[in-house]
């Protein structure tokens, strides 16, 4: 008599670039008497890549209520299966809403466990020079907009970057004290000793003194994507800046060239799920740094835009965005080899524009 076992495993890993891979492996053995033949076991892998997709309407509104079939996902030009679309977040504003949409669902706290509300990082890069001054001023002068639609169970951190990074404020939930920290201390003061805090902490893995051996940008923000790596669920990275990478010209024309550094940064932010939203406050409709800032945006999720025409407009859209996100659990087309992957995110049918990062690492 043969009798037949069935074997369920179950395997969760987390790939370079923040893409989260499940393995669900089914395996069949035949269990035999010694004298029969070599057992035959038979494998199936399948590998579904996790997505962080914030997405807004055509006035820059989150969209809520969103399905799978709302979404069109492509990996290396091939389609993929969108099993589930889940949104993570808070709730746009009700007067801005049509009020027949409702949120898909409710993720806060289920992909997360233990951990509610949202997760952002402030990083003002600051400059004292003539035509970088007076935006960043403004900006940080009605930069309590941007917390407006936070609500207790957010949790804030604060970083300045000049001749090195600093350290302002761990996760907190002090909405008060991250606005006089934005608005009346980080331009022209320093910042109090920091002590790691007992749950959520940016910390407890970015210290003021790693901060003082940091001396460009590029690694300000893989230390950053570093010490958010570890913490739970999808982060958002509110870059106020001007700026970064080396200028260089050719044919009498002037650029910015992106160096090993910054390929670092982003890898660690993609690792780290950090979504970078890029307000640029040099006052100039084109300058040479900005290619960082939009190269950061774009490969994780985020997005650019010029600050110095209209300040408040500029935070409204960072705002908008950072309401929430939708997690895609997609399934990868099937043979697809190991190492980096192309991967585009649109709407099928609804008129809106999808922010995800353009690539991942399995």
């Known amino acids: 008599m043969v009798r037949s076992r069935r074997r369920r495993v179950v395997r969760i890993g987390y790939s370079r670039a923040t893409a989260v891979c499940f393995l669900l492996s ?20 399948v590998a579904r890549v996790l997505v962080d997709a914030r997405v807004v309407d055509n006035r820059g509104r989150p969209l809520l209520g969103l399905e799978p079939d709302d979404f069109v996902v492509r990996i290396d030009g091939k389609p993929a299966r969108v099993e589930s679309a889940l949104w993570a977040g808070g709730a746009a504003p009700s007067d801005e809403l049509d009020p027949s949409v409702t949120p898909s669902a409710a993720t806060t706290g289920l992909l997360e466990v233990g951990v509610r509300g949202r997760l952002i990082v402030f990083v003002v890069q600051k400059s004292l020079q003539g035509h970088r001054l007076p935006g960043l001023m403004s900006l940080l002068h009605e930069s309590g907009s941007l917390l407006e639609r936070l609500t ?19 996760f907190t939930g002090d909405i008060d004290r991250v606005r006089t920290v934005l608005a009346d201390e980080l331009l022209f003061r320093q910042p109090p000793p920091i002590f790691p805090g007992r749950r959520l902490s940016l910390v407890a893995r970015l210290s003021q003194d790693l901060g003082r051996q940091t001396y460009s940008i590029e690694d300000a923000l893989r230390l950053i994507g570093n010490a958010l790596e570890p913490l739970p669920g999808a982060k958002s990275v509110v870059l106020i800046g001007h700026g970064f990478g080396q200028v260089v010209a050719a044919l009498n024309r002037f650029g910015a060239r992106l160096d090993r550094r910054y390929a670092e940064a982003r890898a660690s932010l993609q690792d780290a799920r950090a979504a970078v939203f890029s307000l640029d406050v040099t006052n100039a409709e084109y300058h040479t740094l900005a290619h960082g800032l939009q ?46 992957h192309k991967i585009e995110v649109e709407l099928a049918q609804t008129k809106g524009t999808v922010y995800a990062r353009r690539d991942y690492v399995d």
Do not use: C, M
């Open 295 to 340: 190269s950061a945006s774009i490969e994780t999720g985020g997005f650019y835009v010029r600050a110095y025409l209209s300040p408040p407009r500029a935070i409204e859209r960072v705002t908008n965005a950072l309401v929430g996100h939708y997690v895609l659990f997609v399934e990868a087309p099937p043979g697809s080899p190991h190492g980096t």
């Open 26 to 45: 089914v395996s069949f053995t035949p269990v035999a008497p010694a004298a029969a033949q070599p057992q035959h076991v038979e494998r199936v892998d």
């Open 152 to 170: 207790p169970e957010d949790r804030i951190a604060v970083l300045s970057f000049d001749s090195h990074l600093k350290v302002w404020l761990d």
